[in-house]
């Protein structure tokens, strides 16, 4: 079951991957440039098969940026067509019912077209109570705009008379975030740096970059092969 040298009790139990190069890789298949999304999107229904065989339990998948929203209309609009057909097919999936898999969907949200929060909320609330594995989409986001938004949070609740300003901490601060779980392991495909993906949960976080793979071709003997770099590593935390 575990190849490549990859041990069980190595193995990350949350791996975060930045889901880059879909659409260089439909360029070099001479097609429109966000067809390249469609593969993209087929190679993270495989990607939960592959989590769940390695028992890795949380899974954050960077799926669109804010700055991604400048993207050309046309592209765009395909994008979020895209997200609405596949957040569907979801909602429907039956692995995230039998294998109690709880959806989070993290980002400024809020920017996405109505519909698609609806689908996002129903999905959230329908595996609220998962506890097996968790898996959060990060929609519309930026990991500036992750940390100003949990200092506006912290700043309201302060105001509010919620939260004094002796009790912020790491600790609080980390509460009001997106996402509250740091990954143990960041994978990038198609590129070498983290654009911003998770910075404040990311400190100490091991990071593996692959930019000589486009996500639609990142394969399971590539995801093993990270999980055995992982293995290999001793993670000091500054000691």
């Given at each position: 079951m575990y190849t490549n040298n990859v041990v069980k009790y190595n193995v990350p139990k949350h791996v975060a991957i930045i889901l880059d190069g879909n659409r260089r890789f439909s360029k070099r298949l001479m097609m429109k440039p966000w067809k390249g999304h469609e593969w993209g999107a087929k190679k993270v229904e495989k990607l939960f098969d592959w989590c769940k065989e390695f028992e890795i339990r949380e899974l954050t998948l960077y799926a669109l940026s804010v700055e991604?929203?400048?993207?050309?209309?046309?592209?765009?609009?395909?994008?979020?067509?895209?997200?609405?057909?596949?957040?569907?097919?979801?909602?429907?999936?039956?692995?995230i019912y039998n294998n109690k898999i709880r959806i989070n969907f993290i980002g400024r949200l809020w920017m996405l077209p109505k519909d698609i929060q609806k689908t996002m909320t129903q999905i959230m609330e329908k595996t609220k109570t998962h506890k097996n594995h968790i898996?959060?989409?990060?929609?519309?986001?930026?990991?500036?705009?992750?940390?100003?938004?949990?200092?506006?949070?912290?700043?309201?609740?302060?105001?509010?008379?919620?939260?004094?300003?002796?009790?912020?901490?790491?600790?609080?601060?980390?509460?009001?975030?997106?996402?509250?779980?740091?990954?143990?392991?960041?994978?990038?495909?198609?590129?070498?740096?983290?654009?911003?993906?998770?910075?404040?949960?990311?400190?100490?976080?091991?990071i593996i970059f692959l930019p000589n793979v486009l996500w639609p071709e990142f394969t399971k003997e590539d995801f093993t092969n990270c999980l055995a770099e992982y293995g290999k590593r001793q993670r000091r935390f500054g000691k």
């Open positions: 991604n929203f400048n993207r050309p209309k046309k592209e765009f609009e395909y994008l979020m067509q895209l997200f609405k057909t596949e957040f569907k097919k979801l909602e429907k999936d039956e692995r898996i959060n989409f990060a929609l519309a986001y930026g990991g500036r705009a992750e940390v100003i938004d949990a200092t506006k949070k912290i700043a309201e609740k302060i105001k509010s008379g919620e939260m004094d300003i002796a009790q912020i901490n790491e600790k609080t601060f980390s509460e009001n975030l997106y996402l509250s779980d740091e990954p143990e392991l960041i994978i990038r495909t198609g590129e070498s740096r983290l654009s911003g993906f998770l910075i404040y949960q990311s400190a100490y976080s091991e």
